[in-house]
């Protein structure tokens, strides 16, 4: 099964260290949510991740091979990266947009067959974005932007999937829409892994939580073991309580509740 | 000074006055004619000007060094080209046409690259500006070379011969190959680095070449017909607004909407007038507006 590992990384920047030691794994199928305060690194650690900024330290192994030894283009077949949402500058339709996702196997010199545009039109109606398809990215809202770029990911038939705050700055109802497509590709053998500031959406939906603090993993664990009060405190400087919570369905749901602000 | 001049001189320094109000008393924090007038003469007289600290603070660290800047360069260039205009006897001479702008400009950035202090930066670019200057005036003969010299930078196809065309065709292919195959790539680059990165695309590898090939192509095209500005500017935004921003469209729209402009310009600038009209002046009197109303445009799409 092929993972995706930081081992003993020291990542940042030549004369501004923001990370050390960090060691993490994302593997096929699971979902990994990173918790840890704003700028705390982990956009950072995302990056190195990927290869956009080279490890001060340490290294990174995609399917084994050490990230320096693969093109651009192999790196993008083996781990895809969904950015937080941002307007763009251009007006492509959002076709377009998806259609890009499949640049990792063209050769250098092609431009996207009647198949790869097949591909796009498949990721689009997967994230229910059919109707959109011929609209410009642009001016679509924030959250069908940010749908758009994980069908992009997913055009990119990558078997890993970093996503930077995939819920940033979006409503409740694309947060959980998102959240839902999330565990839809985990299902599907895809893993994720995902940065968040709310730890409520890793009970939600992920195998396990990596907490960065102060540029170092203070837990790397099952939701319920790596969000505790106690570790709450330590990261965010916050009192609250983490109680389960009955849903309608019967089944139960944990939670996170700031003591402060009463 | 004869009354009339006086007057004219008058009249400018009025304006100039005007515009320097207007200036500080537009944008997000608005300083009026009065406040600005109080914190003048504070600094003269020595006394407190009764002005909040803030306010004192924009004008004398925010606003009025970009005023300041507007108002050295807008005087220096102006009477830079006064100048040249006076040495080389053509009123039609200023610094970017001659050169010396882009000479200047070559200077300042190997020497904001080299990160050399600002004083070693106005030294380049003065070396670099009088180096081009220097091979038009000193060079060149003023009375054959000089006058084709400075009609060629405004642009003129007049004098393009069938070897002109056949040494530039090359070139132009040579570049158009490239770009026409990186196309897709192309995209991908509009989107930022690590986006295209993370997409598969060797960004710096496919930068490169695309660069090189769209400095080729101009460098053809300035060689048979000097400069011609805004073409590459306009025509662009047109054929976006016309097909999108796919490259893979963008690029043949623009190449034939720009062949068929040029052409419609070149043809007005040899039959209008009894004097050929250089092109340089023809496309910047079409593509001002056309470019203003393209920003207005587009400003309002952003809000």
Redesign the interface.
Known sequence: MIRLEGLSLDFGYPDHPVGRGVTIALAAGEIVCLLGPNGGGKSTLF?TL???LPAQGGEVRVGGDPLGSL???????RV??V?QAHA??????VR?VVL??R??H?S?????SRHDAEIADACLARLGLSGLADHVYTRISGGERQLALIA?ALA?EAPLVVMDEPTASLDFGNQVRVLAEVRALAASGIGVMMATHDPDQAFLCADRVALLHGGRLVADAPPRDAITPATLREVYGVDAAVVDVPLPDGGSRRVCIPAQGR | MTARTAWVAAGALAALAVAVALAFAVGRYPVAPGDLGAILWSKVSGTPSGVAPTVEAIVWSVRGPRIGAALAVGAALAAAGAAYQSLFRNPLVSPDILGVSGGAAVGAVLGIFLALPILAIQGLAFAFGLVAVAMLKVLADPYNQLPAITFWLLGSLAGAAPADLASALPAIAIGLVPLWLLRWRVNLLSLGDEEARAMGVETTRVRLAVIASATLMTAAAVSISGIIGWIGLVIPHFARLAVGPDFSRLMPVSAILGAAFLLLVDTLARTTARIEIPLGVLTAFVGTPLFLWQLVRSRRSWQ
Do not use: C, E
């Open positions: 990056r990927l290869g956009l093109s651009r283009a192999a790196v993008a077949k895809s990266y950015p763009g500058y251009f007006p492509f339709t377009d890009m996702g640049t990792a063209l250098p010199f092609a431009a996207p992009r990119q």
